[in-house]
């Protein structure tokens, strides 16, 4: 079964400032999608990026970029120039075709103003 | 983009009592749907699996005759937990699978719902 790890519990930056975010997943099919989700205080799950497995590229959007390698089976995420709206937690998730998301534990940021 | 909507947003209601929770996709059609339920601070863990017109595929732990599944249409499913007891508390998310604005099939998320069992 595909399992997700994420083993940073909380992370905390100062704004403006950059911030990795670590996930790492096990499974053996080539062909799989992976995803950042934010879950705000709202609770409302919001998709930041997302990977299909056959890019090379790495995904990036606006401040969100990904480190995608495909070989270390490792998801990071990376958001430049934190914003305290970025204050959230975090979850790393896989997904091969159109079958359920398989979640990580999530991560906790704190934007320190 | 896509939406999908949860009714109630939130729910009390008495132990032994049945609670009804709906799941919409207001712009698009979902074959699919699922049911997660959420503890606090915790992850999203998978309920079940919806397809429009068959019967639920539950995940192994969940009791499919108190959580009910039923997706009628390719815009709604709901979710009726029965004889609700407390330790059915918990904040239960759907989402639905589709395609926003003809870009790639993704799933989409509803806004949850917590529900209390008093």
């Known amino acids: 079964a595909q399992t997700v790890t994420q083993s940073q519990p909380e992370m905390s930056v100062q704004e403006a400032e950059t911030v990795t975010l670590s996930c790492t997943y096990d499974?053996?099919?080539?062909?799989?999608?992976l995803f950042w989700y934010k879950q705000p205080p709202s609770r409302q799950m919001i998709l930041v990026i997302r990977?299909?497995?056959?890019?090379?590229q790495n995904a990036t959007e606006n401040r969100f970029s990904v480190n995608f390698q495909k070989a270390a089976k490792s998801f990071s995420l990376k958001i430049s120039d934190s914003q305290l709206g970025d204050a959230a937690m975090y979850f790393c998730a896989y997904r091969q075709g159109a079958q359920k998301l398989v979640f990580g534990q999530g991560t906790r940021l704190t934007i320190n103003p | 983009g896509a939406v999908v909507s949860q009714h109630p947003s939130r729910v009390i209601c008495k132990s032994g009592t049945s609670v009804k929770i709906e799941c919409r996709s207001l712009d698009f059609q979902a074959t699919t749907m699922f049911w997660y339920r959420q503890f606090p601070k915790k992850s999203l863990m998978l309920m079940a699996t919806?397809?429009?017109?068959?019967?639920?595929?539950?995940e192994q732990g969940v009791e499919k005759d108190k959580f009910l599944i039923n997706h009628a249409s390719l815009t709604l499913s709901t979710l009726t937990v029965t004889s609700a007891h407390p330790e059915d508390s918990s904040f239960y998310i759907c989402s639905a699978y589709g395609t926003s604005g003809g870009t790639y099939n993704e799933q989409f998320f509803g806004p949850g719902t917590r529900l209390t069992v008093l």
């Open positions: 990977q299909e497995a056959y890019k090379q």
């Open positions: 499974t053996s099919e080539s062909d799989y999608y």
């Open positions: 919806s397809n429009e017109g068959s019967k639920a595929t539950y």
